[in-house]
């Protein structure tokens, strides 16, 4: 089974600061099917990303996925106050296995 | 618009058995492969199974496979999570979610409320 390792596991930044997310398989990724979620208290995950870096329907350009094999990145460009949540990366071409989540909180 | 209502929240007895429910609408049942994902008290999101409802095949993850059974009425549209015997540490909120396609290598693009089920004697 396919191990992902988030980093970091909190994030403290301010609106408008820069967001950069990792995610990192322990053994590489098939076809780069790794999707990003957002996660807010007492709501259900939101898609983001799928296929590493296509942006999911109505997700805002300042969300973009990237890199293949081992390690991805999400990166939220300028952070609005609605983005403070969780993010869960998730590998789906081998099994599927979510990463332990990393928490974007208000600094 | 697609939907998916889970059934609501249970509060058990270790030894019990439990189903829980997850109703889609607004597309076709069978087409897509539906799942289930647990977050435990404080926890992250544990990705539990799928199921493809027109024909029923099912896939499990190896750390559910055995504790948990994944099955589908297609007749009224509804995918089901259930236990034959609980215990405490099931307690946790139950998502369930669809692909957006009929491939079973799919993230899983739109999502239930949750059922939260709570396990105490």
């Known amino acids: 089974e396919i191990v992902l390792t988030q980093s970091p596991d909190t994030l403290s930044l301010s609106p408008g600061e820069r967001a950069t997310l990792s995610c990192r398989a322990s053994?590489?990724?098939?076809?780069?099917?790794l999707a990003w979620y957002q996660h807010k208290p007492g709501q259900a995950p939101r898609l983001l990303i799928f296929g590493a870096s296509i942006r999911a329907t109505d997700i805002p350009d300042r969300f973009s996925g990237s890199g293949s094999g081992t390690d991805f990145t999400l990166t939220i460009t300028r952070l609005e106050p609605e983005d403070f949540a969780v993010y869960y990366c998730q590998q789906y071409g081998s099994s599927r296995t979510f990463g332990q989540g990393t928490k974007v909180e208000i600094k | 618009e697609v939907q998916l209502v889970q059934s609501g929240a249970e509060v058990k007895k270790p030894g019990e058995s439990l189903k829980i429910s997850c109703k889609g609408s607004g597309y076709r049942f069978t087409n897509y492969w539906i799942g289930w994902v647990r977050q435990m008290p404080g926890k992250g999101l544990e990705w539990m199974g799928i199921?493809?409802?027109?024909?029923?095949?099912?896939r499990y993850s190896p750390s559910f496979q055995g504790q948990v059974t994944i099955s589908a009425d297609k007749s009224i549209s509804t995918a089901y999570l259930q236990w034959s015997s609980l215990k405490a540490s099931d307690t946790a909120i139950y998502y369930c979610?669809?692909?957006?396609?009929?491939?079973?290598?799919?993230?899983?693009?739109?999502w239930g409320q949750g059922t939260l089920v709570t396990v105490s004697s």
């Open positions: 979610a669809r692909h957006p396609s009929g491939y079973d290598r799919s993230p899983f693009e739109s």
């Open positions: 199921i493809y409802p027109g024909d029923s095949d099912t």
């Open positions: 053994q590489s990724v098939t076809s780069n099917y």
